[in-house]
């Protein structure tokens, strides 16, 4: 099993009208902290339609540097701060396709004025992250059999396929609540074989990590299907100060 990828959400630029001189200015890209292989790297999450950055960066990039500082093992709230400066002025972001730089590309980034309000909803780029990983995971030879975005709790699924083992992975995000913070959420799998329960199956629960009011964790396990590809995924939470937001469960062999 891999190593739960963490990740820390961030909105650093909102596109809106140049206010007026000494506007905060940021790029268009929201970004969160990809902490996975042993260090960090600030990673491209979604991009803002007609931003510096849509016109240039891809969802998936990894942030190596910003004006030539390295972005490695940065706080993500750090890195934001070294792409923020006044609308109007430049900024030099260099990407590349992994965290050891493969395939470096540098972009001269002109800041655009931010609107410094409330972010919205995560849900929609949280989905479009995990569209991207089933993406890479088809790129490594996996048949993507079905997948489905929902609202927490219990969601039932079917789908046309063989019957046979598949993985089941299942990213889940809930809001922060007023309580203190406890780590993780409990998940459950079961599997129907007609009207009949033939076997149960637990996720693998894998870390958690808090950030700006989310807490992000991927699950993932095994399912056999017998004869109907019919099956139940329950998530709940460990803290019940929290609310389940989203959850995206993919199907694959």
């Known amino acids: 099993?891999?190593?739960?990828?963490?990740?820390?959400?961030?909105?650093?630029?909102?596109?809106?009208?140049?206010?007026?001189?000494?506007?905060?200015?940021?790029?268009g890209a929201q970004l969160f902290q990809d902490t996975s292989g042993g260090h960090t790297m600030p990673r491209v999450l979604s991009l803002v339609p007609n931003s510096p950055a849509y016109d240039s960066l891809k969802a998936t990039d990894f942030l190596i540097k910003v004006n030539d500082i390295s972005c490695k093992d940065k706080e993500l709230n750090d890195v934001v701060a070294m792409i923020r400066g006044v609308a109007?002025?430049?900024?030099?972001?260099?990407?590349?396709?992994?965290?050891?730089?493969?395939?470096?590309?540098?972009?001269?980034?002109?800041?655009?004025?931010i609107q410094l309000a409330a972010p919205p909803d995560p849900t929609p780029a949280f989905n479009q992250w995990c569209d991207a990983q089933?993406?890479?995971?088809?790129?490594?030879g996996h048949e993507s059999v079905k997948t489905y975005t929902s609202d927490c709790g219990n969601?039932?699924?079917?789908?046309?396929?063989?019957?046979?083992?598949?993985?089941?992975?299942?990213y889940t995000m809930e809001e922060k609540g007023s309580g203190t913070f406890t780590p993780g959420f409990t998940a459950?799998?079961?599997v129907y074989d007609g009207d009949k329960e033939s076997s149960a199956i637990a996720l693998k629960t894998g870390e958690s990590a808090e950030a700006n009011g989310?807490?992000?964790?991927?699950?993932?396990?095994?399912?056999?299907?017998?004869?109907?590809?019919?099956?139940?995924?329950?998530?709940?939470?460990?803290?019940?100060?929290?609310?389940?937001?989203?959850m995206y469960i993919a199907i694959y062999r």
């Open 214 to 246: 989310t807490v992000i964790a991927q699950l993932e396990g095994t399912i056999t299907f017998r004869r109907e590809c019919v099956g139940i995924v329950s998530i709940s939470n460990l803290d019940d100060a929290k609310k389940c937001k989203a």
């Open 188 to 190: 459950s799998a079961k």
């Open 134 to 140: 089933i993406k890479q995971l088809r790129k490594k």
């Open 155 to 170: 969601y039932f699924f079917n789908f046309n396929a063989d019957t046979g083992t598949y993985y089941v992975r299942v």
């Open 88 to 113: 109007g002025t430049k900024v030099k972001i260099t990407v590349a396709d992994t965290k050891e730089g493969a395939r470096p590309r540098e972009y001269m980034l002109t800041r655009v004025g």
């Open 1 to 27: 099993m891999k190593k739960l990828l963490l990740f820390t959400l961030s909105f650093i630029a909102i596109t809106f009208p140049l206010f007026a001189q000494n506007t905060i200015g940021g790029i």
